[in-house]
């Protein structure tokens, strides 16, 4: 028997799917059916969680139309003082796992094994209490993630002062911010010490300071020899706090290896399969495809695609083109540009920066540099065009979303409420007298 | 950091269910929890009011005189020569709470869906909780209890030393009934409408407002298989100092242990699948 953390065996999670109501053709079909309807609710409600049609005894099921499996036959082991981080895009059953390794759910079919005391964080602020005070809800909330009394107690002022509400200890939490209630429950969630943590994308809440700092604190769990289990979309925060990855797709594990490796694989997945084909495929464009877009790429800090770029950060956006005749184009313009709900907020045209007769042939990419991203967070798509001596060659409205986060631009933390492109500026107040 | 603790813990997690003594030992791991979930139950249900704990006097009490007025002056329903006021206290004041005890227990999982679906700990300390916390506002409302039986001079005699085995069983009963309801709810919404109705019914089947003995004797037996009835005649009688009507009270306190026991069972072979089916 192996002597791992967490170890996970063939771990199967079935759900079952609402199938369609019947509609009726008549009206006494419609009479019918309500009065029948309390017998096919109750078969409804009572089959949710029975797969004896479906399950077989080795664990693999027969797929049916209504049955969903969120965890495929998962297996991993996770030995002591590893972080390791979850990676995967929506549905790939980083979340139903964690649910499972965490108790909240049974799994359909299989074993995992936790030696060691566990904490999860699925959410920040479980149990909060609105009626009771911030006092309370300390004592609450850090009962409910497994710390025990005791401990609450020990670290009752630290946890205050992390969090920067003491003047509101003992007022009713209903009454505090959004901002305020967010941080005194990281608060209590970052001084957990437990063996185990395991922790699902909580760090996406609140401002970049205060993100940073929670980064920070998950930089000194993950230091200190604990073992960690991390979702995240946050492929920076991954690679930069986890020693290993598992990519999860569809629910089962398409590679496991160092965080590195692991993110680059989803990365490059991603850049693939979130429009469903990759860019040199698409139809939706314009122009005679003499040269055509084939990649965009967001690049951030060392060289490496990001997923999700900050509001102040250096970006690059790469255009990679391809020439498919082999000559010599000349008199080329590329562009890149952001836009959201049909307003445009970036638009990047090499003719705007230079007045270079730019010759193409072959292939190659644009860099476009933003010291400083200008655009809110928020999702945004990216699209591209080239043009050659006045013709269009490709035109692209719609290459690849963008989903930027919320950065400190201003290098205050503050941050722009309405949708509008940010600025630097600076600011000089002269008094009259 | 003391990172290698002595006694390191090891769960297994699987999609079996079985009781075992693990469980139990569970209970005790997670004390601390269930002592502050009590805690903000207690904290939370007066949150806000001006008269607080005051109310759990005023709401027994409000229904003690009003069924006093109706019932007893009104209608004069018999009594067995005891006031019709005192009579009526020591019924409704466990009533109060078993009634309380079945609405929160049985919706306990749903109100806490939200933890519910984020956190583990064993799910029994749901329903158990609002059964705790509940006694706070039963033990004030004792104190009209205590009142009434000095203010008709009632000299306590020894059935009072059966008190302690009436006050388990109310406060077992409505917890069994709370497993039922709670494993139920989480799936078939229809409990929380059904429940306010089902209350009422129960509070009118038990011997609350009337007494006992006015059943005719071939129904004794099918009515006294109501655990409510057992549980209000033996605190009534021990109370009052009257002889204890076991023939009332033993049929209840057998469906009582079955209720509970199967309560149990039940939740627990259900808690696996509460998550996936709120």
């Known amino acids: 028997m192996s002597n791992a953390a967490i170890s996970v065996e063939n771990v199967t999670k079935l759900y079952r799917l609402g199938s369609k109501q019947v509609a009726s053709d008549s009206i006494a079909s419609a009479i019918f059916g309500f009065v029948k309807s309390p017998i096919t609710n109750f078969k409804k409600y009572r089959g949710l969680y029975k797969f004896d049609d479906v399950l077989n005894d080795d664990g693999t099921y027969t797929s049916q139309e209504d049955v969903l499996c969120a ?14 981080a979850i990676v995967g895009g929506n549905g790939a059953g980083k979340s139903t796992l964690l649910k499972i390794l965490s108790r909240v759910t049974s799994p359909t079919f299989g074993q995992i094994t936790i030696r060691g005391r566990i904490s999860s964080l699925l959410e920040v602020g479980t149990g909060f209490n609105p009626e009771l005070t911030g006092r309370d809800n300390v004592y609450l909330n850090g009962i409910v993630l497994g710390m025990s009394k005791a401990e609450v107690d020990r670290k009752f002022d630290e946890i205050v002062d992390f969090s920067g509400v003491e003047r509101f200890l003992d007022t009713p939490v209903k009454r505090y911010s959004s901002g305020m209630k967010v941080r005194l429950a990281f608060a209590v969630a970052a001084h957990l010490d437990p063996d185990i943590l395991i922790v699902d994308e909580v760090l996406a809440v609140g401002d970049a300071a205060f993100q940073e700092k929670c980064l920070g604190k998950m930089k000194d769990v993950t230091g200190s020899g604990r073992t960690v289990l991390f979702v995240s979309h946050n492929m920076a925060a991954v690679s930069s706090l986890c020693t290993r990855g598992i990519f999860l797709e569809k629910g089962r594990i398409v590679k496991t290896g160092t965080s590195e490796e692991v993110v680059n694989e989803y990365v490059s997945s991603l850049s693939v399969s979130e429009e469903g084909i990759p860019l040199h495929q698409m139809t939706k464009r314009e122009g005679d495809q003499e040269i055509i877009a084939t990649k965009i790429e967001v690049i951030g800090e060392n060289d490496a695609e990001i997923l999700s770029p900050c509001s102040g950060q250096e970006v690059v956006f790469r255009l990679h083109y391809h020439c498919k005749a082999s000559k010599v184009y000349k008199n080329c313009k590329f562009c890149v540009v952001v836009h959201r709900q049909g307003q445009f907020y970036l638009d990047l045209n090499t003719s705007l920066v230079s007045d270079e007769s730019v010759e193409v042939s072959g292939d190659g990419y644009v860099d476009f540099r933003l010291p400083k991203l200008p655009l809110k ?20 409205l719609s290459a690849k979303s963008l989903m930027v986060l ?6 205050t933390g503050r941050i722009i409420n309405n949708w509008c492109p940010l600025a630097e500026f600076s600011v000089e107040f002269n008094q009259g007298g | 950091m003391a990172l290698q603790k002595s006694t390191e813990k090891t769960v297994v997690i699987t999609s079996l269910t079985r009781w075992s003594k693990k469980d139990l030992m569970e209970l005790v791991e997670y004390r601390d929890l269930f002592l502050f979930l009590v805690l903000r139950d207690i ?27 109706i019932f007893g002056k009104v209608a004069g329903v018999p009594t067995d020569g005891i006031p019709y006021f005192l009579f009526t206290t020591v019924a409704i004041v466990p009533w109060t709470y078993m009634s309380t005890v079945m609405t929160s227990s049985g919706q306990s999982l749903v109100k806490d869906q939200g933890m519910l679906g984020k956190i583990y700990f064993p799910r029994i300390i749901y329903p158990l909780t609002p059964a705790l916390s509940a006694l706070v506002d039963f033990s004030i409302a ?81 009515y006294s298989l109501n655990p409510i009835v057992g549980v209000i005649e033996g605190m009534r009688a021990s109370l009052l100092g009257t002889a204890i009507p076991w023939e009332f009270i033993v049929p209840g306190m057998i469906v009582s242990a079955v209720i509970f026991l199967s309560g149990a069972w039940y939740f627990r072979h259900m808690e696996k699948i509460f998550v996936d089916v709120i």
């Open chain 1, 406 to 411: 919320d950065g400190n631009f201003y290098e």
């Open chain 1, 377 to 396: 967070g928020g999702s945004y798509t990216l699209g591209s065009f080239i043009e050659s001596n006045r013709e269009i060659k490709d035109n692209i």
């Open chain 2, 142 to 222: 004792t104190v009209i209890i205590v009142l009434a039986m000095i203010y008709y001079s009632v000299v306590p005699t020894t059935s009072m030393l059966y008190l302690p085995i009436f006050l388990l069983f109310m406060f077992i009963v409505p917890l069994g009934i709370g497993f039922w309801l709670s494993a139920l709810a989480i799936r078939f919404r229809d409990v929380k409408f059904a429940m306010p109705f089902a209350i009422r019914m129960l509070m009118f089947s038990a011997p609350i407002v009337y007494s006992a003995s006015t059943i005719p004797e071939k129904y004794r037996l099918l």
């Open chain 2, 43 to 69: 904290k939370v249900l007066y949150a806000q009011t001006v008269m607080g704990f005051g109310w759990a006097i005023m709401q027994p009490l409000l229904q003690i005189i009003i069924f006093t007025l």
């Open chain 1, 71 to 84: 965890v495929n036959n998962v297996s991993f082991e996770c030995g002591h003082g590893e972080s390791v």
